[in-house]
């Protein structure tokens, strides 16, 4: 049974910057795509960042040029550093890994307030 865990969430003043780490495990073979999506309270679930073998990471809007997404194949792990963090980054961010399926953490708060 595959299993995503996140970690690394917190609180941090705005304009601090946080590291989020991912990790599927569970299979012998490497996740294709991982990627970080997060929800704030009363909004949806949306897209931060997606990473995926030899393309180019895909960023919103929002964070592009914030944030940095990164992946380690072998060990099966993402990162999503995170850098001039603002109040409106607040959210469970959650970790998915994709080949055949999508797999799904169950998420890690971020806090950005002073």
């Known amino acids: 049974q595959v299993q995503v865990v996140e970690s690394g969430g917190g609180l941090v003043q705005p304009g601090g910057s946080l590291t989020l780490s991912c990790t599927a495990s569970g299979r012998a073979y490497r996740f294709n795509s991982m990627g970080w999506y997060r929800q704030a309270p009363g909004k949806q679930r949306e897209l931060v960042a997606t990473?995926?073998?030899?393309?180019?990471?895909d960023y919103s809007a929002s964070v592009k040029g914030r944030f940095t997404i990164s992946m380690d194949n072998a060990k099966n792990t993402a990162y999503l550093q995170m850098n001039s963090l603002k109040p409106e980054d607040t959210a469970i961010y959650y970790c998915?890994?994709?080949?055949?399926?999508?797999?799904w953490g169950r998420g890690t708060q971020v806090t950005v307030s002073s």
């Open positions: 990473i995926t073998s030899g393309i180019s990471p």
């Open positions: 998915n890994a994709v080949r055949l399926e999508v797999y």
